[in-house]
Each structure stands twice: as structure tokens, then as C-alpha cells.
């Protein structure tokens, strides 16, 4: 299922509504990659509130998305980590040093702006 990516002045939002497999994940990115060069985007917030399980695979698409898009001039904000999904993360070792995280789509706007 095709993540939902909508425009909101020079922010994208990407709400993920549920888990993605590998392949839906890749189509992701690469959706994502291609709203950031047409829209010319300068932030973008990735809520993830819907999800209750984030694989490391899905955890590191998600660092590789913030890097790419940094690349492209755009910071990165994922909003909504259920507290299990941020406990597994840091069992697994996955740290998202290199973008921020907010509690909900309002507070992560609020970092874009």
C-alpha cells in the first residue's frame, strides 16, 4: 500500500498508515526522493504513529531517507514513535543521531519552521 505523501507549503508529510514490506519501503524512498526534487521541499516529516512494529529494515530506510534528503537540501523529522517501537530500536542498536524526532505532526512542524 502506497504511502500517502502530501504537500503543505515547502514541508512534505508522509504518513505511513501501516507496516511496510521491503519492496513497499524502496517505492517509499524513492516517492519520496522524487516529491523532494519536484516540490523542492525543505523539510519533511515521516508520521509513523500507525505503526506498532519497525523492523531494522524499515528503521534504516528511514536513516538512509534523511540522508538522501538532507543531500537534497531538505531536513528530516519522524514523528510518532510508539514507545515499544523506540524500546526495540534502541535494543537493536538503531539510533537516529543524524535527524530529529518529535512526539506528533504538530511539534515535528513545528521543528521544520
Known amino acids: 500500500m502506497p504511502v500517502p505523501i502530501l504537500k503543505q507549503g515547502q514541508i512534505l508529510i508522509a504518513t505511513v498508515q501501516n507496516a511496510l514490506s521491503d519492496s513497499d519501503t524502496e517505492l517509499f524512498r524513492e ?10 521541499a525543505q523539510g519533511i516529516v515521516v508520521d509513523v504513529t500507525a505503526i506498532d512494529v519497525l523492523d531494522s529494515f524499515a ?3 528511514l536513516q538512509t531517507v534523511a540522508r538522501m534528503t538532507s543531500l537534497r537540501g531538505a531536513h528530516t523529522v519522524i514523528v510518532g514513535l510508539q514507545p515499544e517501537v523506540a524500546f526495540a530500536m534502541v535494543q537493536l542498536g538503531i539510533i537516529f543521531e543524524d535527524m530529529d524526532t518529535a ?3 504538530e511539534e515535528g512542524l513545528a521543528l521544520l519552521n
Open 31 to 40: 516517492r519520496l526522493m522524487q516529491r523532494v526534487t519536484e516540490y523542492r
Open 59 to 61: 528503521a534504516r530506510s
Open 103 to 105: 512526539l506528533d505532526l
